[in-house]
């Protein structure tokens, strides 16, 4: 199993760009979230799934959307970027009871 | 989501035992006490879960006292590999709307 992967690893946008975070799991886990991770602090939530179809938003949600039509895929959308937005961004996924498990992250820079 | 409040740092030597405690004074009946740990540049990695008295695994042992309002994370024997930042988190697991909250964790050194 590759667990969780994201893509791309790198990216340095311009203010005003838009661009999609991706992000794959192959546990057939039903939760999957969107986290971001500013320097020096914890992870913030900005959007999780609980199933396919199905999507709410986290703690920092705005500027972002996302969307789950599979139960492998959980797309972040980034629309309009700002300098805002620079930050270390981790997929999550989790079947029951909790252990969420992390995908290597995207370290995104606005400029 | 219970709010945790957890030391912002700590220091230890090679070898010897690291204890972070983390304070959860309204956690919920249903609610698990899961920690993570994570080194830089990577994601979060699950250490342990508990709801009450003691856990144990092969990486950590966590002791959650009867009134559930605290619980420590015991690291025997650190190695300079288990410089890391420390998260504790608290929530239901079984909730349909399951998520956590992570706060700034306890960054632990290790030094030889």
């Known amino acids: 199993n590759a667990g969780v992967t994201q893509t791309p690893k790198f990216r340095i946008l311009k203010i005003g760009q838009s661009m999609t975070l991706q992000c794959t799991q192959d546990m057939n886990h039903n939760y999957m979230y969107w986290y971001r991770q500013d320097p020096g602090m914890g992870l913030k939530l900005i959007y999780y799934s609980v199933g396919a179809g199905i999507t709410d938003k986290g703690e920092v949600p705005n500027g972002y959307n996302v969307s789950r039509s599979t139960t492998e895929d959980f797309p972040l959308r980034l629309e309009l970027a700002a300098p805002s937005q620079t930050s270390v961004y981790f997929c999550?996924?989790?079947?029951?009871?909790?252990?969420?498990?992390f995908g290597p992250g995207t370290r995104l820079t606005v400029l | 989501l219970a709010k945790t409040t957890q030391p912002i740092s700590m220091d230890s030597y090679e070898g010897q035992e690291v204890n972070i405690t983390c304070s959860h004074n309204?956690?919920?009946?249903?609610?698990?006490i899961t920690w993570y740990q994570q080194f830089p540049s990577q994601g979060p990695r699950f250490i342990i879960q508990?709801?009450?008295t003691k856990v144990t695994n092969e990486v950590a042992s966590l002791f959650i006292p009867a009134d559930r309002k605290s619980s420590t994370l015991s690291l025997p024997r650190v190695s300079l590999s288990d410089t890391a930042v420390y998260y504790c988190?608290?929530?239901?697991?079984?909730?349909?709307?399951?998520?956590?909250?992570f706060g700034a964790g306890t960054t632990v050194t290790v030094r030889a």
């Open positions: 309204n956690i919920a009946t249903n609610d698990y």
């Open positions: 508990g709801y009450k």
């Open positions: 999550a996924s989790s079947g029951n009871y909790n252990e969420q498990f």
């Open positions: 988190l608290v929530g239901d697991p079984r909730s349909n709307d399951y998520k956590l909250s």
